[in-house]
């Protein structure tokens, strides 16, 4: 079945990239990690607000949350949002997943690793205080290597300054 599943998402990740490309949106491999990112079983939720969702997880959607310039508190809107993927994943107690940290451009890469691994502990502190077991969570740092928005203004950093949450239902994460 696993394999079964690889194919399907394989083939709407094509999908949803032929109908980006209709977009006029530029994305490339840097910017937009594709399936080779993923390891078998793993969802991400798309940046267009729709969720991913392979054959083993339920159709869930958890958005990114946003950090200020250099620094890793969660502010309130990231607190609710938290306190919305904690509701989900207590509705879902087999969902695993892995908090992704990034920054924006600025600093030198091994500052924006350490403080994009700041940023995803402390979303993931966020759902264990909420009652997550800590086991379903895994962390990690891209730092500034996998921008959202491969722009050199304050939006796009803005937008690049994000936790990002996969569904990777792996038991023998952690």
């Known amino acids: 079945m696993r394999g079964v599943a690889g194919v399907l998402v394989v083939m709407l990740l094509v999908a949803g990239s032929a109908v980006a490309g209709c977009s006029g949106a530029k994305k490339t491999a840097e910017t937009t990690p594709g399936a080779a990112d993923r390891a078998p079983g793993e969802t991400t939720t798309p940046r267009d607000g729709t969720s991913g969702a392979d054959a083993g997880a ?20 990231a607190k609710t949002t938290l306190a919305e993927h904690a509701r989900r994943l207590e509705t879902n107690p087999t969902i695993r997943i892995r908090v992704e940290g990034h920054c924006d451009e600025r600093g030198t890469s091994d ?9 995803a502990q402390s979303a993931a502190d966020y759902l264990v205080a909420y009652g997550i077991d800590g086991d379903r969570i895994t962390t990690i740092s891209y730092g500034k290597e996998r921008p959202i928005d491969p722009g ?11 936790a990002a949450f996969v569904v990777t239902n ?3 994460a952690r």
Do not use: K
Not at 111 to 119: D, M, T, V
Not at 152 to 162: D, Y
């Open 111 to 119: 500052y924006n690793l350490a403080l994009g691994e700041r940023r």
């Open 170 to 172: 792996d038991t023998s």
């Open 58 to 77: 339920s159709l869930l959607s958890f958005p990114d949350i946003y950090f200020d310039y250099d620094r890793h508190a969660l502010s309130a809107g």
């Open 152 to 162: 050199h203004n304050e939006q796009a950093w803005s937008r690049n300054r994000r």
